[in-house]
């Protein structure tokens, strides 16, 4: 029989675990212990745990300090009992038997030389060369050489005591996710402190505290996650790596976690699931769905528990849902739900009763009972860009960035305008020049469904081809990208981990603003990243871009988007007002004085300076602001936010004489009302031409 594990040196019958023989043990001690006093040892050390434990089956069903040596029994010159010498046998016993230790005993002892020659290491049938190169892939992934080796000997060395099974190769997903599940189950031990004290007799500060079976938990499941990591790299596990090591919930689990009528929960996940498989839309557009749907089947069964089958819905029940989503307060910041959420709902409920009723399914409303009318209308607002004096405090802020994948994000953020989610997922060949040898930037796939190339400053250049570098140097596992679906190399990869968007732009751009300055009292940023984006698309409308050129780079679909920024950029709309208002021009009407005393507010005058074309009139320009609502106002001469300039004086005159003709015309017909009407109107004609020093008498 060979001396290294093999199924045919198996303990485990039928359930039973027994001890080895003393001549079985006694026989690979000699073949694999090279030292004689080790020898020895090992062997004086079975002699005095078989003789403690004659049914091993005792040992397994004793309290958890007692099968540690820590307690129940004498104490040898070590503070320890016999049976903590007995490491060494149990070692063997799992790993060449096969007899798989549990993970609480695991947990509470150590093994800092588990796989170590003089400590039998070759002969427990672990591939140690194996072993040292997955230990130098860590270092390659950019984890340190002392720490890879310390958490990978940990997690592996546990894993396969308890499995009893010496192949690191046969190591699963599975494996990894319940032994992470077990470290935080021993965290949260009744007698968790009394464990961790028999360990650390020298060291009560490892178990001190309210939260040191918490500390515990973090500290271990780092070391599982590492594995993980390296695991998933190598290609022996597929289920990409999170942190804490957990299962990811099913697609049931995330859809309705209330109690729901088995009817209308198999038709919701019919539908969605249908849709993602489709592959019509992208997974976060279902997402959007799921989230809307959830929501409007909990508050049924909630509010309408007879309801059973979605069947049964009708446009009165959906009209008291839409009177009451305004009213459900946000589980992330505790406010109402914003428009464009209520409004995405709204449309993915109605598109659900369309879709399905197109479809012929059961249980279904049967037709369409929601309208694009009942969702919110979202207000359209300016892209907020950047102020010259903050936008280059901000980008001072980047450039110090310690991190260097954030510092290239920001950068790409703020010179490509790209959306984060395409620059988070970059590839190693997503930069290249054009024939002039100016850089350009491959982005992918994304909210625009297509690809585009675009061109890149150089400074955000040079710092995307040093990250290309690193990660061509990591070398990490390729990823299937959800909206391509083809293997893809990105280079925002740390520790064999793509970065999350809240690590990659939050975090960074948190640090920014703070280094910036652009923080409140409270020391919460005031700008967004995503205002980078907008100021870049500002930027290029001011520099004379066409529309096409617009959109090309930000990724626009549709030219009204580019448009916007073409319009609070428009340079006639500078101009006609430089002309009106800064060249010298007598100015009259109503809004005259309080345009020349200043005493317009900055956002009425800032929306002036934008929308001073939208208000020419037939006369002038009316100075009313949105937020005052519609003009209400027949007589615009009458109105008081009118303004003219002298610019407009022909046309007045020309309106003054077309209001004599009228008067001659009604005087004739007898309408003595219309004569009166347009006297005053001449009258107020007269008065602005003569506030514009342009007065001319005329009969009355």
Not at 143 to 149: F, K, L, M, Q, R
Not at 589 to 601: I, Q, S, V, Y
Not at 643 to 666: C, K, M, V
Request: charged content about 25%; aromatic content about 8%; overall charge neutral.
């Amino acid at each position: 029989m060979s001396l290294v594990a093999g199924s045919n040196a198996r303990l485990e019958v039928r359930g039973e675990r027994r001890h080895a023989t003393e001549a079985e043990y006694g026989s690979w001690v000699k073949a694999f212990v090279p030292h004689y006093a080790a020898r020895y040892q090992r062997m004086a050390a079975y002699r005095r745990f078989v003789q403690t434990w004659p049914d091993l089956e005792d040992w397994f069903q004793a309290p958890l300090l007692v099968r540690a040596g820590f307690t129940g029994g004498p104490l040898r010159a070590t503070g320890r009992t016999d049976t903590f010498d007995a490491s060494g046998y149990l070692v063997y016993l799992a790993l060449v038997q096969g007899l798989g230790l549990d993970y609480d005993f695991l947990f509470v002892r150590k093994y800092a030389q588990l796989f170590s020659i003089p400590a039998g290491g070759r002969g427990l049938g672990v591939d140690l060369e194996l072993f040292e190169a997955h230990k130098v892939r860590l270092t390659e992934l950019g984890y340190g050489p002392v720490s890879s080796a310390s958490n990978f000997t940990w997690a592996t060395g546990r894993l396969l005591l308890h499995r009893g099974d010496p192949d690191i190769t046969s190591i699963t997903a599975e494996d990894l996710f319940d032994m992470a599940e077990q470290i935080r189950a021993f965290g949260q031990r009744a007698d968790f402190a009394e464990l961790r004290a028999a360990l650390y007799r020298k060291s009560p500060w490892q178990m001190t505290g309210d939260n040191a079976g918490e500390r515990f938990a973090r500290a271990h499941l780092a070391k599982v996650h590492c594995l993980h990591v390296l695991l998933f790299n190598i290609g022996q596990v597929n289920e990409p790596p999170i942190a804490g090591t957990s299962r990811r919930k099913s697609w049931e689990e995330n859809l309705l976690p209330e109690p729901c009528p088995p009817r209308i929960r198999a038709v919701v996940e019919r539908y969605l699931l249908a849709r993602l498989e489709a592959q019509f839309d992208r997974p976060q557009t279902v997402r959007i769905a799921r989230e809307g749907l959830r929501r409007f089947v909990n508050w049924l069964c909630r509010e309408h528990p007879d309801i059973t089958s979605l069947a049964q819905l009708n446009r009165t029940l959906l009209e008291e849902y839409l009177r009451w989503l305004p009213t459900y307060l946000s589980q992330n910041t505790g406010e109402p739900l914003h428009v464009t959420t209520r409004k995405h709902e709204i449309n993915a409920i109605g598109a659900f009763c369309r879709d399905t009723s197109m479809w012929g399914w059961d249980d279904v409303p049967g037709g369409p009972l929601l309208m694009t009318r009942d969702a919110p209308r979202r207000q359209e607002t300016i892209p907020r860009y950047l102020p010259r004096h903050e936008l280059d405090a901000l980008m001072t802020a980047i450039e110090g960035l310690t991190d260097p994948l954030q510092r290239t994000a920001l950068l790409l953020l703020r010179w490509s305008g790209a959306r984060r989610d395409e620059i988070r997922r970059l590839t190693w060949d997503c930069l290249d020049t054009y024939s002039s040898g100016h850089p350009r930037l491959r982005i992918p796939v994304g909210k625009g469904h297509s690809e585009r190339l675009i061109p890149l400053h150089a400074d955000a250049a040079a710092a995307l081809q040093e990250t290309i570098n690193q990660a061509k140097t990591m070398n990490a596992v390729a990823r299937r990208d959800p909206s391509t679906g083809r293997l893809e190399n990105y280079i925002f990869v740390r520790k064999g981990k793509l970065l999350s968007s809240a690590t990659l732009f939050d975090d960074a751009f948190e640090k920014a603003c703070t280094a910036a300055g652009l923080v409140d009292a409270d020391g919460t940023r005031t700008v967004s990243a995503h205002r980078l984006r907008h100021t870049l698309g500002t930027q290029l409308a001011e520099g004379g871009a066409r529309i096409q050129t617009i959109m090309t780079i930000l990724g626009h679909k549709s030219a009204s988007m580019s448009m916007i920024y073409s319009r609070i950029s428009d340079p006639v709309v500078r101009r006609q007002y430089e002309e009106a208002l800064a060249s010298g021009q007598r100015i009259a009407g109503p809004a005259a004085e309080a345009l020349m005393t200043g005493k317009l507010d900055e956002e009425s005058v800032h929306w002036l300076q934008t929308n001073f074309l939208k208000t020419e009139l037939e006369l002038g320009h009316c100075l009313r602001l949105p937020a005052e609502g519609p003009c209400e106002c027949e007589i615009m001469l009458t109105c008081p936010k009118f303004l003219t300039t002298s610019e407009y004086a022909p046309r007045l005159r020309s309106r003054l004489g077309r209001e004599q003709e009228l008067i001659e015309d009604a005087q004739a017909r007898g309408w003595d009302r219309e004569v009166e009407r347009h006297h005053a109107t001449q009258r107020r004609l007269q008065a602005l031409l003569s506030d514009l020093d342009e007065g001319e008498d005329f009969a009355k």
